[in-house]
């Protein structure tokens, strides 16, 4: 009799584990991948369309290109997960059963209660956003002047928001377009939570391409025109992004499996609090040795695919899992053309001098880690094809 193995979701986790499941599942395993979209995403290179639409098409991957013949791919939505039943219930389709499903739905944007947030702001979570930020600041420029620039406000100075600003610079700057840009973040420094030398690395790169930064003083309304702070004075928009923080998918609301926020918990080997549902990337927070668990980002998912593939193939056997540890590999943050690298000694084998470094070697360094996931899922050479634009 045949295993049922269903993986949801197309991002890196998703894309990756299918990757690993295609070359490790048995012969007569039947393994099934759905996604509301027919691509996936290079989701930490998609602040790049923002800029330039004609990105989008080396920074998307078809399915085509990653399933191969053993593999049945489903184009829709999840809108449920029956663990009682083990049926998975799509938007337009059929349900569709399993003997064990890898959940990989990503996230969506937290508006945290903030009142008129959700309702005033774009946001950044996939291609479609990315192409309404360009068209947003398009028609923003267009009807300003150079006597009253048109106000864009990115906030949430995270990565997403500080790669947002820079492409949003950059687009200014190439179309000489009337745009001023603010970076607004609630905590004392922008990329919180990371260290005193990148952060002061990247607040160097945004004032120099002109962004001001807002800190220290939290959002606490949102309207069609302005934000409003705890303390500050209102801020003006004409385009309003949103980019802070990640909660779970509506999919995951009412899931009988342990959960924070709809995202589920899961342990160090992916398994969740159901043995035959296993959980990655966004959509989980996955254990690990102390009070943290793995970071929800794209470096962490991409290292987990291989091993749930792995442990799903143990678990149809009957044999132990792998316990799966996150390791740091650094960082590297676009700022427009430009990049900062930091703590990425390790990279390639290669001590370097310095933990924190910009210019061609970050750069280049943001673009190889673009390419090689590329790599990873369709081969170098759709990668070279790609370089240009990461």
């Known amino acids: 009799m045949s295993t049922d193995v269903v993986v949801l979701g197309s991002g890196y986790a998703g894309a990756g584990a299918v990757k690993s499941l295609q070359s490790s599942l048995a012969d007569d395993a039947q393994l099934t991948w759905v996604s509301d979209t027919d691509y996936h995403l290079v989701l930490h290179e998609v602040h790049r369309v923002v800029r330039d639409p004609a990105v989008q098409t080396d920074v998307t991957v078809p399915i085509g290109s990653i399933a191969n013949d053993r593999t049945t791919f489903v184009h829709d939505r999840v809108v449920d997960i029956d663990t009682d039943e083990r049926l998975i219930e799509l938007d337009d389709g059929e349900d569709i059963s399993y003997d064990y499903v890898l959940v990989a739905l990503g996230s969506k944007t937290a508006f945290y209660g903030i009142p008129g947030l959700d309702e005033h702001s774009l946001t950044l979570k996939g291609l479609d956003d990315a192409l309404s930020i360009h068209e947003a600041i398009s028609d923003a420029g267009e009807r300003a002047t150079r006597s009253e620039p048109a106000q864009v406000v990115v906030g949430g100075a995270g990565l997403s928001g500080i790669q947002t600003a820079g492409e949003i610079a950059e687009f200014r700057d190439e179309h000489r377009v009337p745009l001023d840009i603010h970076l607004v973040e609630a905590m004392e420094e922008i990329f919180p939570g990371n260290d005193p030398e990148i952060q002061k690395a990247l607040r160097e790169r945004l004032e120099d391409v002109n962004v001001t930064i807002h800190t220290d003083d939290p959002i606490t309304e949102a309207n069609a025109d302005d934000i409003h702070f705890d303390e500050g004075d209102p801020l003006a928009h004409d385009v309003l992004i949103w980019t802070g923080g990640i909660t779970g998918q509506d999919a995951l609301d009412g899931t009988s499996l342990d ?3 709809n995202r589920i918990e899961a342990e160090s080997t992916f398994q969740t609090s159901d043995e035959r549902v296993f959980a990655i990337g966004d959509s989980a927070i996955i254990d690990q040795e102390g009070e943290r668990p793995a970071p929800p980002t794209a470096q962490a998912a991409w290292q987990a695919a291989e091993v749930v593939g792995t442990n799903i193939v143990r678990a149809i056997e009957g044999n132990p899992l792998e316990t799966w540890t996150y390791e740091n590999k650094g960082t590297v943050v676009s ?56």
Do not use: C, E, Y
Not at 335 to 349: N, Q, S
Not at 371 to 387: E, P, Q, S, V, Y
């Open 259 to 261: 959960n924070q926020h």
């Open 335 to 390: 700022v427009g053309d430009r990049a900062v690298a930091h703590d990425v000694r390790p990279a390639f084998g290669i001590g370097l001098p310095v933990t924190t470094f910009g210019g061609i070697p970050a750069k280049n360094l943001k673009k190889m880690i673009a390419a090689r996931w590329i790599a990873d899922l369709t081969g170098w050479n759709d990668a070279r094809k790609r370089w240009s634009s990461l």
